[in-house]
């Protein structure tokens, strides 16, 4: 419903009159008020060119800004926009201000010329347009407009007006032949013009003429346009600005390319309005402009608007008598593309083009050897032969449907044998199936189609949660009969598409995960660790559900892990965790500071086997001496990681932990990969004041590495060797010992 | 220079005082010998602001459009009080425009000074462009701006059909128009009147001939909502029993279709019914009418579950193109039926950028788009129902009789039995079977050509009277 509004508000767009003139509104605005807002709203610009829009500095400006616009005092601003200042009616705002150099500047660089600002506003709303704003400022001709951009990102209810960009036609002085050509066309059109309603054609008050300053000329149509022009892709291209169509981005060729393209047909409708034997001039030069496209973009051009004009009898189809007879005979061809075209089609073409006896003559074997030339595609699509008129079915069909005795009539039926419309036994075959498809269609999953492509198209999050909850609602019948697979296939649909959208629309990200979330109770939960129990397809789809909710069912797996009821299930749970660690890992350590120790415990666990990237937060577990498990679990999912990082978190727990936390610490170290391992007791050897508080534990590390092997520990067990001196304290002597012990080996 | 420094820089130019400049190099030269220090001093000052500007800028332009000014094509909002009288002073020269390009020299803008002098004296002046060329100005150019008259004509239509309709029909329109203005105020879709309206559609309308030749023939009003709605109904409905559908079946597919459009409520009718070029705003606001529907849909509990989904795709093709963009799938089965009756009812329908096609040539159509843009299997379903001349199409025989179509023949679809209508499409007359053979073999007549109906229409009501239904 939010696009309904969406759509209202960009009426409310077309319709000046009604919305963007001052004093139009219910209430008038407070000027001190308003002035306020707009200061305000201009310091939030200036916090969005600087910070980050989810930054607290651009949070807390915008809420300013949204409490001032509540102060205004009316439904809704209409602010006119001047280079270095705002008007609110007749009132300007902001010279030499914030507001004249962060709003006005930049709305008049993006080309915006009024704005009208409803009072109902949402802090989400302004926050878009300060990132349009900045976005669109830029002074650049391409990409969205302003309005383009809020529509995009959903909001309605700040309007910008854009300043229409005058296209300007430079004809300068047209030669007097050109100007006598327009006079006679101008009298003929006069005399043969009927009588009907004017309506614009292309947006009044958008294209202009720059003619010399002597020029006669007073106005100019479309029509006189076209003949002082004189250049088919030229008049294209002034059509396409017309209409804003013109990107920016094409080089100059490119556009004259696409222009004709896109303006085909109100070329020809032009051209065909022309008094015949001029038109036929220009038609002439419409044809070489066609020719002269690339070999791919002419037949897309011929198969998307000249040919089926010429079968429609309108004006495009026209260009087709000026092209050369090879030219012709490859572009009719092209019919025989279409899939329900029978031969009867180029007969119907040639006639619809009224060519003279002689050039059909010419033309007639050039198509022939085009048809031949496409023969292996035809012999493809042959079909049975009739057994008594030896002529294939459609065929048939086409000369039942003209048994007509053409020589006795006024009209050749030939148009209905163009195509082959006959209902045979493959189109009743295709209908049956057709049928088949309609009374078998799965609804609730069309439903759910529906809805995901609804959730892809929408901009308003509002909307989005809204359809996403009618979703879960059916996903919630789905799971109840089991259908598990396409439950989590309509998930893992809605977490890409969160992926998809999250840089152009991350509110509506926010919202798709939010929608999963929920949709992950702790009663599903359950059932998907019993589905994972059970093993076989119920396992796969329970790792299905956690591939398609990642992060989203954190909460839910977090919150059974201290469940009472689910303790018997923990076990799976952690297994099933674990199996998708990498996946629910930034989710479980985001939530890990507010967890209760027993879920911290589960949960480190898993993060263990998330890979590196979590030692820090595994860590902070460690350091936790009131709670030995929790260590021994820290350390031991610190020694599962296995990274760097982790072994020197585990070493750093051996140097500075508590006796029992020292114990864990040196079992996880010896679970490292001994390149790590070798390395942290290195470095512990190395530290003196390590060996001397710890000299148990550096004994005991000496020992381990000489059983272990490592290699590189001469120079630490040199240093040593002289503590075997140290008679008065014989723990120390004895890592003296061995250390010379190792040192001379 | 950086994209936002030389928006600054162009921001900074102040066209009003270049073009006051320009008023003063004209007024001082005419008064003053060539070479005065005050002509001098002038030219210098203008040279400063140009060469200023063009070191940000591809060029400097200045029109005057409208009485606005356009700085580099931007409306440049200047204080309205300064801004009439030094355009009314260009304007009175016949300059509109002054466009200067990089390379300008300081003697350039002096013999512009004496050109505008020139004609301020009022002597006999040939073109602009000759007259500075004359004068070695080559990076200066004046010009004069007129209107682009871009109007062309349109066809106006009733909204509605005009003249006697079949009274279900009409009834059936009534309920329609009163359906779509309570969405198009905001309320809910009152899904009990949809379900009287498709009980009404497939009950009485279907089984009459004057209804579905109303429906069938060219319409000769301009209708994108309800009726256009209604006829895709009704001609979604013939396809669908064409198909063998069941009762569901046809259920959901006249539902459906009667609701495809009902997105179009949320989009303004002057938008709708704009006969010109649509610019790329209004292009997607027309294009958002297939999520405004499925959206409406969507929130209406006990809806077909179809239906919304129709709404959403039925512009999309079996090739998977077309809006909305939704992937590469192809649209539901349903769609596609009421996609096939969405272009006929189009076709043959009035719009105000083209007049109604006749049934035979929107056959064409749809023989055309097959496998492309349509079903190819259910476009030959659709043809082979309707025939290429449908009921109330008004045709003419080689025998030069004028007549109504009053029943198709399967068996010989080119040759329809019509009712004869006089020179006004009054009627009934005579019923001729043109299939019918004279002694030899021969055909005694053919249909030669569909005609149009004049103005107001035939009245079908009259010509079905005790036809019978087909």
């Known amino acids: 419903m939010e696009t309904a509004?969406?759509?209202?508000?960009?009426?409310?767009?077309?319709?000046?009159?009604?919305?963007?003139?001052?004093?139009?509104?219910?209430?008038?605005?407070?000027?001190?008020?308003?002035?306020?807002?707009?200061?305000?709203?201009?310091?939030?610009?200036?916090?969005?060119?600087?910070?980050?829009?989810?930054?607290?500095?651009?949070?807390?400006?915008?809420?300013?800004?949204?409490?001032?616009?509540?102060s205004c005092g009316s439904d809704h601003l209409v602010l006119r926009v001047t280079p270095d200042e705002v008007f609110a009616g007749d009132t300007g705002i902001?010279?030499?201000?914030?507001?004249?150099?962060?709003?006005?500047?930049?709305?008049?660089?993006?080309?915006?010329?009024?704005?009208?600002?409803?009072?109902?506003?949402?802090?989400?709303?302004?926050?878009?347009?300060?990132?349009?704003?900045?976005?669109?400022?830029?002074?650049?001709?391409?990409?969205?407009?302003?309005?383009?951009?809020?529509?995009?990102?959903?909001?309605?209810?700040?309007?910008?007006?854009?300043?229409?960009?005058?296209?300007?036609?430079?004809?300068?002085?047209?030669?007097?032949?050109?100007?006598?050509?327009?006079?006679?066309?101008?009298?003929?059109?006069?005399?043969?013009?009927?009588?009907?309603?004017?309506?614009?054609?292309?947006?009044?008050?958008?294209?202009?003429?720059?003619?010399?300053?002597?020029?006669?000329?007073?106005?100019?149509?479309?029509?006189d346009l076209a003949i002082l022009l004189d250049d088919p892709n030229r008049l294209a291209r002034v059509l396409l600005h017309l209409t804003d169509d013109w990107d920016g981005e094409e080089s100059a060729a490119e556009s004259d390319k696409t222009a004709l393209e896109r303006k085909f047909s109100d070329v020809a409708r032009l051209l065909s309005s022309i008094e015949p034997g001029l038109a036929r001039r220009m038609f002439q030069k419409l044809a070489?402009?066609?020719?002269?496209?690339?070999?791919?973009?002419?037949?897309?051009?011929?198969?998307?608007?000249?040919?089926?004009g010429l079968l429609d009898a309108r004006a495009e189809g026209a260009v087709l008598n000026d092209f050369p007879d090879v030219d012709l005979?490859?572009?009719?061809?092209?019919?025989?593309?279409?899939?329900?075209?029978?031969?009867?089609?180029?007969?119907?073409?040639?006639?619809?083009?009224?060519?003279?006896?002689?050039?059909?003559?010419?033309?007639?074997?050039?198509?022939?050897?085009?048809?031949?030339?496409?023969?292996?595609?035809?012999?493809?699509?042959?079909?049975?032969?009739?057994?008594?008129?030896?002529?294939?079915?459609?065929?048939?069909?086409?000369?039942?449907?003209?048994?007509?005795?053409?020589?006795?009539?006024?009209?050749?039926?030939?148009?209905?044998?163009?195509?082959?419309?006959?209902?045979?036994?493959?189109?009743?075959?295709?209908?049956?199936?057709?049928?088949e498809e309609v009374c078998s269609?799965?609804?609730?999953?069309?439903?759910?189609?529906?809805?995901?492509?609804?959730?892809?198209?929408?901009?308003?999050?509002?909307?989005?949660?809204?359809?996403?909850?009618?979703?879960?609602?059916?996903?919630?019948?789905?799971?109840?009969?089991?259908?598990?697979?396409?439950?989590?296939?309509?998930?893992?649909?809605?977490?890409?598409?969160?992926?998809?959208?999250?840089?152009?629309?991350?509110?509506?990200?926010?919202?798709?995960?939010?929608?999963?979330?929920?949709?992950?109770?702790?009663?599903?939960?359950?059932?998907?660790?019993?589905?994972?129990?059970?093993?076989?397809?119920?396992?796969?789809?329970?790792?299905?559900?956690?591939?398609?909710?990642?992060?989203?069912?954190?909460?839910?797996?977090?919150?059974?892990?201290?469940?009472?009821?689910?303790?018997?299930?923990?076990?799976?749970?952690?297994?099933?965790?674990?199996?998708?660690?990498?996946?629910?890992?930034?989710?479980?350590?985001?939530?890990?500071?507010?967890?209760?120790?027993?879920?911290?415990?589960?949960?480190?666990?898993?993060?263990?086997?998330?890979?590196?990237?979590?030692?820090p937060q595994i860590a902070s577990l460690a350091a936790d001496e009131e709670d030995e498990a929790a260590v021994r679990e820290a350390l031991r999912a610190l020694s599962r990681v296995g990274s760097a990082r982790a072994a020197s978190l585990i070493a750093e727990r051996l140097r500075e932990g508590g006796d029992r936390t020292r114990a864990a610490a040196e079992e996880a170290l010896w679970r490292l990969r001994p390149a790590h391992a070798e390395e942290q007791v290195r470095d512990l050897l190395g530290r003196r004041e390590f060996v001397q508080r710890h000299p148990a534990v550096a004994l005991r590390l000496l020992e381990r590495a000489s059983q272990a092997g490592f290699s590189n520990l001469g120079r630490v067990a040199t240093t040593l060797a002289p503590l075997r001196y140290r008679f008065w304290n014989r723990a120390l002597a004895r890592v003296g010992s061995k250390a010379r012990e190792m040192a001379a080996r | 220079?950086?994209?936002?420094?030389?928006?600054?820089?162009?921001?900074?130019?102040?066209?009003?005082?270049?073009?006051?400049?320009?008023?003063?190099?004209?007024?001082?030269?005419?008064?003053?010998?060539?070479?005065?220090?005050?002509?001098?001093?002038k030219v210098d000052e203008i040279d400063g602001i140009v060469q200023r500007h063009l070191r940000a800028a591809p060029a400097l332009e200045i029109d005057f459009i409208r009485g606005d000014i356009y700085l580099d094509g931007v409306p440049y909002h200047c204080d309205t009080r300064r801004t009439p009288e030094i355009v009314a002073e260009m304007a009175e020269l016949g300059v509109h425009s002054i466009h200067i390009l990089p390379g300008v020299e300081r003697d350039e803008l002096g013999a512009v000074g004496e050109y505008l002098a020139q004609i301020k004296d009022g002597e006999s002046v040939g073109p602009a462009a000759a007259e500075l060329e004359r004068r070695n100005v080559r990076h200066v150019t004046l010009g004069r701006i007129v209107p682009l008259d871009t109007r062309w004509r349109a066809m106006e239509w009733p909204d509605r059909p005009t003249g006697p309709l079949d009274p279900d029909y009409?009834?059936?329109?009534?309920?329609?128009?009163?359906t779509f203005e309570e969405v198009r105020a905001g309320r809910s879709l009152d899904l009990v009147t949809v379900g009287d309206l498709i009980q009404l559609l497939i009950h009485r309308v279907a089984r009459s001939n004057a209804a579905l030749a109303q429906i069938l023939a060219v319409k000769q009003y301009e209708n994108l909502t309800y009726c256009h709605s209604v006829n895709v109904a009704m001609l979604s409905l013939l396809l669908a029993k064409r198909a063998g559908f069941d009762e569901a079946g046809t259920t959901a597919v006249v539902e459906s279709a009667l609701l495809h459009d009902i997105g179009k409520t949320r989009i303004p009718l002057e938008i709708l019914k704009k006969p010109g070029a649509l610019d790329k705003l209004e292009r997607r606001m027309i294009e958002t009418h297939t999520t405004l529907g499925a959206e409406i849909l969507v929130e209406v509990e006990g809806i077909r579950p179809l239906t919304p989904i129709v709404a959403l795709e039925h512009h999309r093709t079996p090739k998977g193109t077309g809006y909305p963009a939704l992937g590469s799938a192809a649209p539901h089965a349903l769609t596609q039926i009421v996609a096939i009756a969405d272009v006929y009812e189009a076709m043959t329908g009035a719009r105000s950028y083209h007049v109604p096609s006749q049934p035979e040539q929107a056959c064409l159509v749809l023989a055309r788009l097959a496998g492309e843009r349509l079903n190819a299997a259910l476009v030959k379903a659709f043809v082979n129902t309707i025939t290429f001349f449908p009921l109330g199409t008004l045709v003419r025989t080689s025998l030069g009789e004028t007549g109504v179509v009053i029943q198709t023949n399967a068996a010989d679809p080119l040759h329809p039995?019509?009712?004869?209508?006089?020179?006004?499409?009054?009627?009934?007359?005579?019923r001729i079977d043109t299939s019918a053979r004279d002694a030899s073999g021969a055909y005694a007549r053919h249909v030669v050509e569909s005609l149009r109906p004049a103005h107001g229409g035939i009245d079908y009501t009259k010509c079905f009277a005790g036809a019978g239904s087909q």
Request: proline content about 7%; glycine content about 6%; charged content about 25%.
């Open chain 1, 5 to 70: 509004v969406a759509a209202s508000g960009a009426a409310a767009r077309l319709a000046p009159d009604e919305r963007l003139v001052p004093g139009s509104d219910r209430g008038r605005p407070v000027l001190p008020a308003v002035e306020e807002f707009l200061n305000l709203l201009a310091r939030a610009l200036h916090q969005h060119r600087a910070y980050p829009a989810g930054s607290p500095l651009c949070r807390d400006a915008i809420s300013a800004a949204h409490r001032a616009l509540l």
């Open chain 2, 417 to 430: 039995v019509i009712a004869l209508v006089d020179e006004s499409g009054d009627g009934p007359g005579t």
């Open chain 1, 329 to 435: 005979a490859q572009a009719l061809c092209l019919l025989l593309d279409l899939e329900t075209a029978s031969p009867e089609v180029l007969s119907t073409a040639l006639d619809r083009m009224n060519l003279s006896a002689a050039r059909r003559q010419a033309v007639v074997p050039l198509l022939e050897a085009e048809i031949e030339a496409r023969s292996g595609r035809l012999a493809r699509q042959r079909e049975p032969l009739d057994p008594d008129t030896k002529e294939p079915a459609s065929v048939r069909y086409a000369r039942k449907l003209v048994r007509i005795d053409v020589a006795t009539c006024d009209k050749s039926f030939a148009d209905f044998a163009a195509f082959d419309l006959s209902f045979d036994d493959k189109a009743i075959e295709a209908i049956a199936d057709i049928r």
């Open chain 2, 170 to 178: 009409a009834r059936s329109l009534d309920i329609a128009e009163h």
């Open chain 1, 441 to 615: 269609t799965d609804v609730v999953k069309e439903q759910l189609r529906c809805l995901i492509q609804l959730v892809r198209l929408e901009p308003n999050p509002d909307a989005v949660a809204g359809f996403l909850a009618r979703g879960s609602n059916l996903l919630a019948g789905l799971w109840k009969r089991s259908r598990f697979a396409e439950v989590v296939s309509w998930l893992e649909e809605a977490r890409r598409l969160a992926g998809d959208v999250r840089r152009k629309r991350p509110d509506v990200t926010e919202a798709i995960e939010c929608a999963l979330a929920r949709f992950c109770t702790a009663e599903r939960s359950r059932d998907v660790i019993e589905l994972y129990e059970s093993g076989g397809e119920g396992r796969t789809a329970a790792e299905s559900f956690v591939t398609a909710c990642g992060g989203a069912a954190v909460p839910s797996f977090v919150a059974l892990l201290g469940d009472a009821e689910s303790q018997p299930r923990t076990r799976a749970l952690v297994q099933l965790m674990s199996d998708h660690a990498k996946l629910l890992a930034p989710a479980l350590a985001a939530g890990l500071g507010e967890m209760d120790r027993a879920r911290a415990r589960l949960v480190v666990r898993v993060l263990g086997h998330a890979g590196p990237g979590y030692e």
């Open chain 1, 94 to 223: 902001g010279k030499g201000t914030i507001v004249g150099q962060e709003l006005a500047q930049g709305l008049h660089r993006a080309r915006v010329s009024a704005v009208a600002i409803d009072l109902t506003a949402t802090p989400r709303d302004l926050s878009w347009f300060c990132r349009d704003l900045v976005g669109s400022d830029r002074g650049k001709r391409t990409g969205p407009t302003l309005a383009e951009m809020l529509i995009e990102h959903g909001v309605d209810t700040i309007v910008p007006q854009m300043a229409p960009r005058p296209e300007v036609v430079s004809l300068g002085m047209p030669p007097s032949s050109l100007c006598e050509m327009l006079d006679y066309e101008r009298s003929r059109r006069k005399d043969a013009e009927a009588s009907g309603p004017a309506a614009y054609l292309y947006p009044p008050d958008r294209g202009w003429v720059r003619l010399d300053p002597a020029s006669p000329l007073r106005d100019v149509s479309l029509v």
């Open chain 2, 1 to 41: 220079m950086s994209e936002t420094a030389r928006a600054a820089n162009l921001t900074a130019t102040d066209p009003l005082v270049l073009l006051r400049a320009f008023a003063s190099l004209r007024q001082l030269t005419g008064m003053y010998p060539p070479g005065h220090p005050a002509i001098a001093r």
């Open chain 1, 288 to 308: 070489r402009a066609v020719l002269d496209l690339e070999p791919e973009r002419r037949q897309a051009l011929l198969r998307r608007t000249i040919l089926p």
